[in-house]
């Protein structure tokens, strides 16, 4: 019953834009950490974002941070992200996650999406 649903994914130059967004059902964005993780080719699960459920703070990854920023409408169970200065390395699958608490982000998500495909080349 639990889903989350990204989307906005796509083919990016490098220094170009994309937003994704994310659609929850079933739970409340608001019992939750929620945020992002990616998944680069051959690589393991990098957390990007996670907005903590206990200061409702944002905390960024180094590989993002200023360049990434993260919104959510928790009334609409909505989560966004928007990405800029999009470099090669920031190629991967992106997914929305609600996770119990921030520092299980990427590692042990307890709802995420099906993953959006971000690809950053020329």
């Known amino acids: 019953q639990e889903q989350m649903v990204e989307s906005g994914g796509g083919l990016v130059q490098p220094g170009g834009s994309l937003r994704l967004s994310c659609a929850g059902s079933g739970f409340r964005f608001d019992d939750y950490s929620i945020g992002w993780f990616r998944q680069a080719p051959g690589k393991t699960r990098e957390a990007v974002v996670c907005?903590?459920?206990?200061?409702?703070?944002?905390y960024y990854g180094g590989a993002v941070k200023g360049r990434f920023a993260v919104w959510v409408d928790a009334a609409k169970n909505s989560l966004g992200l928007h990405m800029k200065d999009l470099k090669a390395d920031d190629t991967a699958v992106c997914y929305c996650e609600a996770a119990q608490s921030c520092p299980l982000l990427a590692s042990k998500a307890t709802f995420w999406g099906q993953g959006a495909q971000v690809t950053v080349s020329t």
């Open positions: 907005i903590s459920s206990d200061d409702r703070l944002a």
